[in-house]
């Protein structure tokens, strides 16, 4: 999507990103299972081959965009996550046993690496940089990490915005704006970021900021949720 920048698109999403540096390689996101991270890891290796993956950025804790950090820790990358992320991770996901289907690092036990993400964090060298912030008010989760690069104009965020090309069931009317989209448009304005694509972790492409301005225009409304129907 950009020179040394990758979408690594999949089923199932969520979709991850590799950013390639002077020495080393970054990838966004672990994905939905320890198969999937490997996945991942092994055609960054194909495509970059030489450079060790020395970062991984886990945006937030559920289960989908976590369950390959383990095998990150035994690749020997320094997971980049929200500091409130901790405690957590610290004393449950890397301390749990895998007994029925040991993983990697069941096998391989590995000392974990980290670096705790307060309000932003960013990668540079020299060249290239990859600032990582903090999404405060997203209301999906409240350790939610954004990716971006502010050279080439890409912001690669999870969950608060999807984009499948399609119209789905649950998307807003028209005029409406959902608090997810106005809290990534919010935060983007708070940061002064350029942002000119976007690539959602889940959906099937990147796409145009020109979609995300379009779906702020209106007013800021919850989804009204109904109740089941039936005997």
Known sequence: I???????????????MAVEFKDYVVIIESSVTEARALANMAEVKRLVPGKPIRYHINSHHHS???AGLRAFVVEGSTIITNEMNKTFYQRMVLKNPHT????LLSEHPTPAKF?????KYVLTDGDRSLEIYTVPGAGHTANL???YLPKEKILFITDIF?????????DPPPGIVT?????LGDNLKRLNLDVQQ???SHGKAVVSAELLKKALEGVVKAPEVKPLSGN
């Open 2 to 16: 950009a020179d040394g920048v990758w979408y690594l698109e999949g089923t199932p999403d969520p979709n991850s």
């Open 64 to 66: 989908d965009h976590a």
């Open 100 to 103: 029925l289907e040991p993983d």
């Open 115 to 119: 670096i705790w993400v307060k309000d």
């Open 145 to 147: 990490l954004m990716s």
């Open 162 to 170: 999807n984009q499948f090309g399609e119209p789905r069931p649950n």
């Open 179 to 183: 608090p997810y989209y106005a809290a």
């Open 198 to 200: 976007i690539a959602p």
